[in-house]
T-cell receptor, first 113, second 117 residues
Framework: DTAVSQTPKYLVTQMGNDKSIKCEQN?????MYWYKQDSKKFLKIMFS???????INETVPNRFSPKSPDKAHLNLHINSLELGDSAVYFC????????????FGEGSWLTVV | AQKITQTQPGMFVQEKEAVTLDCTYD???????LFWYKQPSSGEMIFLIY??????QNATEGRYSLNFQKARKSANLVISASQLGDSAMYFC??????????????FGKGTLLTVNP
């Protein structure tokens, strides 16, 4: 069983389109995250949700909207896609609190053409 | 703010030898956690090892050990008896404990390790 799963794994789309990436975790964690890995492999947090409440919202364009319908799911919707949005998007989860390991999904490769 | 520095963009090691991947960090928080992740060419992020700033002993997980030197603010990863499957990108990351539920990882830029047969 995959602990943190995200779909789709690969996504190629045109500029201006709207797309969503879905994430589910079966670890019983109460905190979920979206991280972005750019073309230089640099990883940076975008959002985190704790018990469905938005906790962290880094300086991300408001074209990116996360939604957490329940503790086990965190989706990422992106409006009006731009070329610069091409990246790998990782979903992750952990239990609340410091020192707890954050477990990552396999990543979703988004290419905007 | 936290900062992680990995000064080795790439490292090479012979199979069965040990290798050390460097990581230094900067934080004003008195307590924090340090992590290492592995990213093989297939792309997934795999958790390897964790060290708490107040842990008295260096963390070990199988062939992985973390050489934690708090005064020097370094958290180097040591891989013993390298295997071909260890070839991957390795990321050092940290999170302060002060944030409560505002808990997130700050990553270094990574080190690409190549294990030669």
């Amino acid at each position: 069983d995959t602990a943190v799963s995200q779909t789709p794994k690969y996504l190629v789309t045109q500029m201006g389109n709207d797309k969503s990436i879905k994430c589910e975790q079966n670890l019983g964690h109460d905190t979920m995250y979206w991280y972005k890995q750019d073309s230089k492999k640099f990883l940076k947090i975008m959002f985190s949700y704790n018990n469905k409440e938005l906790i962290i919202n880094e300086t991300v364009p408001n074209r990116f909207s996360p939604k957490s319908p329940d503790k086990a799911h965190l989706n990422l919707h992106i409006n009006s896609l731009e070329l610069g949005d091409s990246a790998v998007y990782f979903c992750a989860s952990s239990t609340t609190g410091p020192g707890n390991t954050i477990y990552f999904g396999e990543g979703s490769w988004l290419t905007v053409v | 703010a936290q900062k992680i520095t990995q000064t080795q963009p790439g490292m090479f090691v012979q199979e069965k030898e040990a290798v050390t991947l460097d990581c230094t960090y900067d934080t004003s928080d008195p307590s924090y956690g340090l992590f290492w992740y592995k990213q093989p060419s297939s792309g997934e992020m795999i958790f390897l090892i964790y060290q708490g700033s107040y842990d008295q002993q260096n963390a070990t997980e199988g062939r992985y050990s973390l050489n934690f030197q708090k005064a020097r603010k370094s958290a180097n990863l040591v891989i013993s008896a390298s295997q071909l499957g260890d070839s991957a990108m390795y990321f050092c990351a940290m999170s302060p404990f002060s944030g409560g539920s505002n808990y997130k990882l700050t990553f270094g830029k990574g080190t690409l390790l190549t294990v030669n047969p």
